[in-house]
């Protein structure tokens, strides 16, 4: 069974920054992509970035220029560097890794709580 394990999640001010990261267990960097997800509370889950073994990445509107997704294929790891964090940034960051192959199931972290808050 696949586990993915964030952490680096807490309270900052707003304007500060945060590192988030995910480790995965067992090796899986070769079939799977990596997410980060979040959920505000009241608001549905939305995908924040996205990255690929080939290190293609995707972000939301809403955080480009302010986030950076990066994976490190050797260590099994996502990180997801947060700067100029805002209050909308408040939600519980999920790491998520989708499969290439539609035979197999998606995996998804417990979750990290980052509050921007003065």
């Known amino acids: 069974q696949v586990q993915l394990v964030e952490s680096g999640g807490g309270l900052v001010q707003p304007g500060g920054s945060m590192r988030l990261s995910c480790v995965a267990s067992p090796r899986i960097s070769a079939i799977y992509d990596m997410n980060w997800y979040r959920q505000a509370p009241g608001k549905e889950r939305e995908l924040v970035a996205s990255i690929t073994s080939g290190g293609r990445t995707t972000y939301l509107d809403s955080v480009k220029g302010r986030f950076t997704i990066s994976r490190d294929l050797e260590k099994e790891s996502a990180y997801l560097e947060m700067n100029n964090l805002r209050p909308e940034d408040t939600a519980i960051y999920y790491c998520?890794?989708?499969?290439?192959?539609?035979?197999?199931?998606?995996?998804w972290g417990r979750g990290t709580q980052v509050t921007v808050s003065s």
């Open positions: 998520n890794a989708p499969p290439r192959s539609p035979y197999l199931p998606s995996y």
